[in-house]
């Protein structure tokens, strides 16, 4: 029965300190402050297996270190935000132009992206054409730019649910 009890802890802490370095993703821990700066799918994979192998996500939470700050509500933050990006970096040019006549298929597929429901699909699509200056300040405006201020609009506004 002993046996048994710690088998489950065991397993039960390392099911738990992996779902935690799951919901906080390479946002925290060793694997972060040794990725800092990088972006892209490689290196958070990188940081995020650091952090795992080592445990050192649920030690950095537990004891407030390495930047993993508990305080706050567990966000999708980062997973949905790369999608974002990268469907922006592939259809840049499509979206761009959807975006400004609020309607098409390349905002259609973001806003699935960003699990926008479609009773708020066409009022989101409305308020970003509003906003398309504030969004698309020119040519050189990159995607991770798009994609911060559409979130920042969305933050300001009665669609906050869907900030990534």
Not at 86 to 94: K, Q, R
Request: proline share 1%; aromatic share 8%.
């Amino acid at each position: 029965m002993k046996k048994l009890i710690i088998s489950l802890s065991l397993v039960g802490g390392l099911a738990l300190s992996s779902s935690a370095a799951f919901a906080t993703g390479a946002s925290c821990g060793v694997g972060a402050r040794i990725f800092s700066g990088q972006s892209g799918l490689i290196p958070h994979i990188f940081a995020e297996t650091t952090n795992s192998t080592y445990y050192t996500n649920l030690t950095s939470m537990s004891f407030d270190l390495a930047g993993c700050d508990t305080s706050g509500p567990i966000a999708r933050n980062s997973v949905n935000l790369e999608r974002e990006v990268a469907f922006l970096n592939d259809n840049v040019d499509s979206f761009v132009v959807d975006l400004a006549a609020g309607h098409g298929e390349s905002i259609d597929n973001f806003l699935h992206i960003k699990n926008v429901s479609l009773e708020d699909k066409d009022a989101v699509a409305k308020l970003l054409k509003n906003n398309f200056n504030d969004i698309y300040s020119n040519s050189d405006t990159d995607s991770v730019s798009i994609a911060m201020n559409i979130n920042n609009i969305l933050l300001n506004s009665k669609y906050s649910k869907y900030v990534a």
